[in-house]
C-alpha cells in the first residue's frame, strides 16, 4: 500500500495486496475490546431509527411543499403527481416495455450524468475555484487525470448501456411475475414512505455484506481491485467497477427492496434518483454545503478496511467503523449548512516531526 497516498490524480496502486483486512490493525482491535457489542449494538439501532425518520420526515416536506409550489405555478388541480403521472402512462398507453424498461433506464441515466457534467466540469477544469475548498482530499485530482478519466469513462458507459440493460431485462419477469408494477393509479403517500424505509433497509444490507465479500481475498483481486484504483474517488466513479461488482453491489441491492415489496414504478423512479444521485455524492470528493455528507465512503477508499455500508448502521454493529470514528473525517461527518469548509473547521492534525 506504499503508493496510496501519492500525488497522482487518480492514484492508481500498484503494489498493494490482493485484498484488504477487513479486521483493521491492533490499534482498531485494542478499541473494539474496549467497546462492547452489546453498546454498538443498541447505538446501530439508534442510528436505524433516526437515519429512517429523518428521511422520512424530509421526503414528506419536501413533497408537500413541491406539489404546493407546483400546483401553483402551473395551476393544476387535485392531486398534481396524480394528473401528471396519468399524462405520463396515457401518452404512452401503459406499455410495459417502454415505461418499465426504457423509462426506467432514460431515469436512471439522465440522473447519474445531470450529476456528474457538475462534478465533471470541476474535476477537469478546476472551476468555480470557490468549490475547490470543499474537495475533502486536496490536491487529489486537481485536475483529473485525462487518461484515467477515460479509462473509467469506458467502463461506465459499459456499465450503465450494456450490464444494467441486460440486468433490467432479466428484472422484467420477475417484477412481473412479483405484480403489476405499471400502474394508472399512483400509491399513497403514507405507502411510499413505508415502501422508501424497507428499501433503506435492504440496500444497507445488500450492499454492506456484498462489499464485505469483495474486499475478501477471493474476490479482491479479481473484480473489487478496479473500483479501488481511485483512493481519491470522483463522481463518474460511482459506477466504475468490474461488470460482477455492479451487479452484486449496485444494482442488486438497490432493486432487492422494490422486487420484494412489488413497488408501483414511478416509487421505483424515485427510488432510483435517491440511490443514485446518493452513490454520485459519496464519491464526489466533495463535501458542499447543504449536500449529504460524503466523508465516510471517501474515508473508505483511502483507508479500504472502514466504511463498508451506505447508511453506517451495519459498520456500527459490526465495528467497521472504529477507524473512521477517532478520525478528522469523523468529526467533519456532519451535514455542512454554512459556507465554511469543515476541513477548516475541523482541520488535520498537524503531522509529528521524525
Given at each position: 500500500?506504499?503508493s496510496?497516498?501519492?500525488?497522482?490524480?487518480?492514484h492508481?496502486?500498484?503494489?498493494?495486496p490482493?485484498?484488504?483486512?477487513?479486521v483493521?490493525?491492533?490499534?482498531?482491535?485494542?478499541?473494539?475490546?474496549k467497546?462492547?457489542?452489546?453498546?454498538?449494538?443498541?447505538?446501530?439501532?439508534?442510528?436505524?431509527f433516526?437515519i429512517?425518520?429523518g428521511?422520512i420526515?424530509i421526503?414528506a416536506?419536501?413533497?408537500n411543499t413541491l406539489?404546493?409550489?407546483?400546483?401553483?405555478?402551473?395551476?393544476?388541480?387535485?392531486?398534481?403527481?396524480?394528473?401528471?403521472?396519468?399524462k405520463?402512462?396515457?401518452?404512452?398507453e401503459g406499455?410495459a416495455f417502454i415505461i418499465?424498461f426504457?423509462?426506467?433506464n432514460?431515469?436512471?441515466?439522465i440522473?447519474f450524468?445531470a450529476l456528474n457534467a457538475f462534478f465533471?466540469?470541476?474535476d477537469?477544469?478546476?472551476r468555480?475555484?470557490?468549490l475547490?475548498?470543499?474537495?475533502?482530499?486536496?490536491?487529489?485530482?486537481d485536475?483529473?487525470s485525462?487518461?484515467?478519466?477515460m479509462?473509467?469513462l469506458?467502463?461506465?458507459l459499459?456499465?450503465q448501456?450494456?450490464?444494467t440493460?441486460?440486468?433490467?431485462l432479466l428484472c422484467m419477469?420477475?417484477?412481473?411475475w412479483r405484480?403489476?408494477c405499471?400502474l394508472?393509479e399512483l400509491p399513497t403517500v403514507?405507502?411510499?414512505l413505508?415502501?422508501?424505509?424497507?428499501f433503506?433497509i435492504?440496500?444497507?444490507?445488500?450492499?454492506?455484506y456484498?462489499?464485505?465479500?469483495l474486499?475478501h481475498?477471493?474476490?479482491?483481486?479479481?473484480i473489487?481491485?478496479l473500483h479501488h484504483?481511485?483512493?481519491?474517488?470522483?463522481?463518474?466513479?460511482a459506477?466504475y467497477?468490474?461488470p460482477?461488482e455492479?451487479?452484486?453491489s449496485?444494482?442488486?441491492?438497490?432493486?432487492?427492496g422494490?422486487i420484494?415489496m412489488g413497488?408501483?414504478?414511478?416509487t421505483?423512479?424515485?427510488w432510483?434518483?435517491?440511490?443514485i444521485?446518493s452513490?454520485?455524492?459519496?464519491?464526489?470528493?466533495y463535501?458542499l454545503?447543504?449536500?449529504?455528507?460524503?466523508?465516510?465512503?471517501?474515508?473508505?477508499?483511502?483507508?479500504?478496511?472502514?466504511?463498508f455500508g451506505?447508511?453506517?448502521i451495519?459498520?456500527?454493529?459490526?465495528?467497521?467503523?472504529i477507524l473512521?470514528?477517532?478520525?478528522k473525517q469523523y468529526d467533519?461527518?456532519?451535514?455542512?449548512?454554512?459556507?465554511?469548509?469543515?476541513?477548516?473547521?475541523f482541520?488535520?492534525?498537524?503531522?509529528?516531526s521524525?
Open positions: 500500500m506504499a496510496l497516498m501519492s500525488g497522482d490524480s487518480c492508481v496502486v500498484e503494489d498493494e490482493c485484498c484488504h483486512p477487513i483493521d490493525d491492533n490499534e482498531s482491535t485494542e478499541i473494539e475490546a467497546e462492547p457489542k452489546k453498546n454498538r449494538v443498541k447505538q446501530s439501532i439508534h442510528k436505524s433516526f429512517l425518520g428521511v420526515i421526503f416536506a419536501i413533497r406539489t404546493w409550489h407546483l400546483q401553483k405555478c402551473w395551476g393544476a388541480s387535485g392531486d398534481f403527481w396524480q394528473a401528471l403521472w396519468v405520463v402512462f396515457d401518452y404512452f406499455d418499465g426504457i423509462g426506467t432514460l431515469v436512471a441515466c440522473t450524468w465533471l466540469f470541476m477537469i477544469t478546476g468555480p475555484a470557490f475547490r475548498r470543499y474537495k475533502i482530499q486536496e490536491g487529489k485530482n485536475p483529473v485525462r487518461p484515467q478519466l479509462k473509467a469506458k467502463v461506465v459499459f456499465n448501456f450494456v450490464v440493460s441486460m440486468y433490467s419477469p420477475i417484477v412481473q405484480g403489476d405499471i394508472r403514507h405507502w411510499v413505508v415502501e422508501l424505509a424497507v433503506l435492504f440496500e444497507e444490507i445488500g450492499f454492506y456484498s462489499h464485505r465479500m474486499h481475498p477471493m474476490f479482491y483481486k479479481h473489487h481491485k484504483e481511485w483512493t481519491s474517488p470522483i463522481g463518474l466513479t459506477i467497477a468490474h460482477v455492479h451487479v452484486l449496485s444494482l442488486i441491492p438497490a432493486t432487492l422494490p420484494i413497488s408501483h414504478i414511478a421505483i423512479w424515485m432510483f434518483v435517491m440511490v444521485s452513490a454520485v455524492n459519496a464519491h464526489c470528493g463535501h454545503p447543504f449536500f449529504p455528507s460524503p466523508e465516510a465512503h471517501d474515508f473508505h477508499h483511502l483507508k479500504f478496511t472502514n466504511c451506505t447508511l453506517g451495519l459498520d456500527r454493529l459490526h465495528g467497521t467503523d473512521f470514528r477517532k478520525s467533519r461527518h456532519i451535514l455542512l449548512t454554512s459556507l465554511t469548509p469543515l476541513s477548516s473547521t482541520p488535520d492534525s498537524p503531522k509529528r521524525k
